[in-house]
């Protein structure tokens, strides 16, 4: 493996990580802000689903960015 494509399998590692850790707790977030605002509640679980997405759409980004 080279030391280029290990950074990159690191890098996937951790978002993937903390995207799942995310996903996890969002049930609990999302309640947890709720009970303070329903709508609040509901625009912080669309943040943070689309946080993962915009994650992995910036690197692609940056990969083309750099011609890989």
Same mark, same amino acid.
């Given at each position: =493996?080279? &030391?280029?494509?290990?950074?990159? !399998?690191? !890098?996937?590692? @951790?978002?993937?990580?903390?995207?799942?850790?995310?996903?996890?707790?969002? &049930?609990? %977030? @999302?309640?947890? %802000?709720?009970?303070?605002? &329903?709508? $609040?509640?509901?625009? @912080?679980?669309?943040?943070? %689903? =689309?946080?993962?997405? !915009? %994650?992995?759409? $910036?690197? !692609?980004?940056?990969?083309?960015?750099?011609?890989?």
């Amino acid at each position: =493996m080279s &030391p280029e494509s290990r950074s990159q !399998a690191i !890098a996937a590692a @951790v978002i993937l990580l903390g995207a799942g850790l995310v996903l996890y707790f969002l &049930p609990t %977030i @999302v309640l947890w %802000i709720g009970n303070f605002s &329903p709508t $609040l509640g509901i625009a @912080v679980g669309f943040c943070l %689903i =689309m946080a993962f997405f !915009a %994650i992995f759409w $910036l690197r !692609a980004r940056y990969q083309r960015c750099r011609g890989k």
